[in-house]
């Protein structure tokens, strides 16, 4: 049996949907941050299989930045989240209204 690029965008699809139903549902900053990593994976997932059929490059780099992007949003969310919990002891997100009027 061989994978094909269908097999990528079934597993893709349902990495990127438990990552969106987990940003919707749960109210934990920290979860919400681990959905968003979730998502971000699933695009990663699609640009290195597009690029692996396409026989290119691209894809590939694209992914290696978007790491790199990712892993910046992950310092900087945890960051804020220890300054937030420092502060108000709350990590749901609906208790942090700190840019509301």
């Known amino acids: 049996m061989t994978i094909t690029l269908t097999h990528y965008l079934v ?3 349902i990495i990127f949907s438990l990552g969106l139903l987990g940003v919707l549902i749960r ?3 920290i979860i919400v941050l681990m959905a968003v990593e979730m998502m ?6 699609n640009l290195v299989a597009f ?3 396409l026989n290119s490059l691209t894809g590939q ?4 930045f978007t790491i ?9 969310g945890l960051a804020i989240i220890v300054v937030i919990f420092r502060g108000k002891i709350a990590t749901n997100v609906d208790q942090i209204n700190l840019l509301k009027w």
């Open 11 to 13: 597993v893709s699809t």
């Open 27 to 29: 109210r934990n900053f």
């Open 40 to 45: 971000l994976n699933a695009a990663n997932l």
């Open 51 to 53: 690029s692996h059929y």
């Open 61 to 64: 780099m694209v992914a290696l």
């Open 68 to 76: 790199a992007i990712a892993a910046g949003e992950a310092a900087v």
